[in-house]
């Protein structure tokens, strides 16, 4: 194996964990979150020679898979159901639990743009230049797309409020 493929290894097994978490943050089910993993550490590895000269290889990386995702419903292949089961259901419930379920489900009904904003600043703790910088946008963008992301969520959690359900 040449040595530039062991870095690639190495970094993706050092990130795996980190890069799921935000997949499954941003789409919001454990399979699109491994179909996004997984398009984004081929890219990766296609252009591991840029990438691991980049100032910030974690941001790099980070930009990748959230482009990914946002170009992920262009794609007439997303519209495609492979199987007519109904999901899986989750396994006996933690404390907590009910709020974080309540949570994921309103940010998927949240426009892709703004739930990555509010994933990005909110459960990935990116400041708002970062996110601009990642999403090629204005701080004043990620600034009213954070803003009409949580009116949104506001209006979709109704009662429940927003400060006790980071998930």
Request: net charge positive; hydrophobic share 40%.
């Amino acid at each position: 194996m040449q040595s530039w493929e062991q870095e690639y290894v190495e970094y993706v097994t050092a990130r795996l964990p980190s890069l799921r978490r935000l997949g499954y943050l941003l789409c919001g089910d454990e399979h699109g979150a491994d179909d996004l993993v997984q398009q984004t550490i081929t890219a990766l590895y296609v252009h591991w020679r840029r990438a691991s000269a980049a100032d910030s290889i974690d941001a790099y990386v980070r930009q990748m898979l959230v482009r990914v995702f946002l170009d992920e419903k262009r794609r007439p292949w997303s519209r495609v159901r492979l199987t007519d089961l109904p999901p899986e259901r989750p396994g006996q419930a933690d404390v907590g639990a009910e709020d974080r379920i309540v949570l994921r489900a309103a940010l998927q009904q949240v426009p892709r743009r703004q739930r990555a904003v509010l994933v990005l600043r909110f459960l990935d703790d990116l400041s708002v230049s970062e996110v601009a910088g990642l999403l090629r946008c204005s701080e004043g963008t990620v600034k009213s797309q954070t803003a009409h992301g949580l009116a949104t969520l506001r209006r979709l959690l109704g009662d429940r409020t927003l400060a006790g359900l980071r998930g």
